[in-house]
């Protein structure tokens, strides 16, 4: 499914944007880790994946995930799929 993904705060700087749209097979879940893809930034890459650390929290508002991880708090905004 088609998503757009915004770090809203962490306590560290490795992603190497705030937003980053792309797809994701699955819907955040509660215990589990996120994983999605995206066109890269490196042109000479193939692909972009984000992987998280397991998420400690999953809240749902409409067509939009808040989910919280070890280190960091995001939005994921379902576009379609």
Request: with cysteine; net charge positive.
């Given at each position: 499914?088609?998503?757009?993904?915004?770090?809203?705060?962490?306590?560290?700087?490795?992603?190497?944007?705030?937003?980053?749209v792309g797809e994701?097979?699955?819907?955040?879940?509660?215990?589990?880790?996120?994983?999605?893809?995206?066109?890269?930034?490196?042109?000479?890459?193939?692909?972009?994946?984000?992987?998280?650390?397991?998420?400690?929290?999953?809240?749902?508002?409409?067509?939009?995930?808040?989910?919280?991880?070890?280190?960091?708090?995001?939005?994921?905004?379902?576009?379609?799929?």
């Open positions: 499914m088609d998503v757009k993904i915004t770090q809203l705060s962490s306590n560290h700087n490795r992603v190497r944007t705030r937003e980053i994701c097979a699955k819907l955040p879940v509660e215990g589990e880790t996120f994983l999605m893809f995206a066109e890269p930034i490196d042109k000479s890459k193939s692909m972009r994946m984000l992987h998280t650390s397991k998420l400690k929290s999953v809240r749902k508002e409409d067509n939009i995930y808040y989910f919280e991880t070890q280190n960091s708090e995001y939005k994921l905004e379902v576009k379609s799929g």
